[in-house]
């Protein structure tokens, strides 16, 4: 059983993985706010509760692994990797600056900690996939975890990948649909729907664990706990979301906080409300 | 000389099996054409090492990397037309930039892959290839010169793109026991008055072509220019002061492809007369692969009269 104490930490740690998103967007005036904070508590639960893993030892043959689809969420990435003890949290002060080892999107190869580099939607999670099979191979006990994007969810690779996870039936795998209901250029039910998003994973034999609170420690961790339980087919948790969530006027208007670093008036009021 | 066919594409099949029996991390995918690229043969063998991704180019490179980032040594087939273009970007983010250990080895390139026509005729597949950073691309003359290919490919770790063939085509190794190195050209034939660097099945036409040129009086070096990437740069300078000439023949478009790269060698080192025998900037057609070369340009005779001209320029 989870304590309460331990909840609490939790939403501590996602409370300052939220403020480093915050500061390292704001210092270089370019990144995704929106969909960072979005996916920060469930993040949190992967790396601080969840995932078997060792900073220390980035490499270690037996670590669940993590792979972040929407690569365009990179900070909120590189802020729980920081905290976790992966690399110094130095490093976030040097977000898309040139020469850093923190790129725009993920990469594997500056950075450790980051098992796929990933950018172009729909890729991470044919990877997450190939890592799966490879595990299940090697007899390991172990877990891989994919954060995909819903605006992400338009791109054919996600379903050509979807397929792969249920033929092979990856029971090893969790999917994290990160369902902020928000794209670059709009609602994503006003670009190109993607509902029932839950009967079209079910369709593509998926085990569905649907109407989770994102932003709810808890709910995340029931969901997660019952997406290594199930047998012979992947999870998907369909995470509901708030794009911008933490901080009052990106949650109002998630639209403008896509892709675009907040002033720094805003930065002030934004850090007021994650204290 | 007597001409001995085999098919490259039969060749890869079978060195899978032998390599498979020696190294358990290889795993190999393919889109729904392992009877046409002969990974059947490996999947037959290894049935847990092997995974058919169905018609899905896309997810099995990316798939491919996942693989790899766990260690496995992975080759992933489909022909070439969608390898290069339907998962181009899927080779470059997943496979290219992360530097993982995929090989996509393809079949069918160029134009001699006939009756099925444009679409299915990979005439470009290399210069989209070779654009990409950190990928190494080569296109092997004969069959057994894959051989060489895809045993080296498991012992150099990296992305690479390697293109065979769809026909039977005749073999240039008469002894497969020569110096095979990735990056390093082969003189298959001395000469002085001027330098054919081909790849692919056109190293054999080039061959074709010296002989017949030899009689003439026309002293002629060829070259099989195997890997595209890394060029052997060295060579071609080299012969370019040797020879003063050069002609590249390549089964690819003029643009981009091993002609292209041989010009940016040579403007950049020591301009001489050059002239490039491939695919002019068109699509093809369906065809008999033989009516198919020789339609587009692709036979001995084109590069005899490529070198004529060449050498009047000199």
Known sequence: MITSEKIKELENKAK?????????????QSGHPGGS???????????????????????????????????????????????????????????????????????MISLPGIEMSTGSLGQGFSAANGMALACRMDGKNNHIYVVIGDGESQEGQIWEAAMTAGHYKLDNLTVILDHNKYQIDGRVEEIKGIQPIADK????????????????????????????????????IIAETIKGKGVSFMENNPLDFHGKAPTKEEVIKALEELI | MA????????????????????????????????????????????????????????????????LAACGKIVFASTFAVFGSGRAWDQVRVSMAYTRLNVKLVVTHGGITTGEDGATHQANEDIAIMRAIPNMTVIVPADAVETVHVIRNLVKEYGPSYVRLS??????????????????????????????IIAAGIMVYQSILASEQLSKEGISVRVVNMHTIKPLDRELIIRCAQE????????????????????????????????????????????????????????????????????????
């Open chain 1, 16 to 28: 300052v993985i939220r403020r480093h998103i915050i500061e390292m967007i704001s210092r270089c």
């Open chain 1, 201 to 236: 994973w079910r369709a593509f034999r998926f085990n569905v664990i649907d109407g989770v609170n994102g932003h709810d420690i808890k709910s995340i961790i029931k969901a997660l706990d019952d997406a290594s339980k199930a047998k012979g087919k992947p999870t998907i």
């Open chain 2, 243 to 314: 020879t003063r000439a050069i002609v590249t023949a390549e089964e690819h478009s003029i643009i981009g492809g091993l002609g292209s790269a041989v010009a940016e060698v040579l403007a950049e080192n020591m301009p001489v007369p050059m002239s490039r025998v491939g695919v002019k900037d068109m699509f093809g057609e369906s065809g008999k692969p033989d009516d198919l070369l020789e339609k587009y340009g692709l036979t001995s005779k084109d590069i005899i009269s490529a070198v004529k001209n060449v050498i009047k320029r000199k």
């Open chain 1, 37 to 107: 904070l979005s996916s920060a508590d469930i993040l949190t639960v992967l790396y601080f509760h969840k995932m078997k893993h060792d900073p220390k030892n980035p490499k270690w043959d037996e670590r669940d692994r993590f792979v972040l689809s929407k690569g365009h969420a990179a900070p909120v990435l590189y802020a729980t990797l920081a905290e976790a003890g992966y690399f110094p949290k130095s490093y976030l002060k040097t977000l898309r600056q040139i020469g850093s080892s923190l790129q725009g999107h993920v990469d």
């Open chain 2, 166 to 195: 769809r026909l039977s085509s005749p073999i240039v190794y008469g002894d497969s026991n020569y110096d095979f190195r990735i990056g390093k050209g082969v003189i298959m034939k001395p000469g002085n008055d001027i330098t």
């Open chain 2, 3 to 66: 001409v001995t066919l085999a098919a490259t594409r039969e060749a890869y099949g079978k060195t899978l099996v032998e390599l498979g029996k020696i190294n358990k991390d290889i795993v190999v995918m393919d889109a729904d054409l392992s009877v046409s690229t002969k990974t059947c043969m490996f999947a037959k063998e290894f049935p847990d090492r092997f995974f058919d991704m169905g018609v899905a180019e896309q997810d099995m490179i990316s798939t491919a990397a996942g």
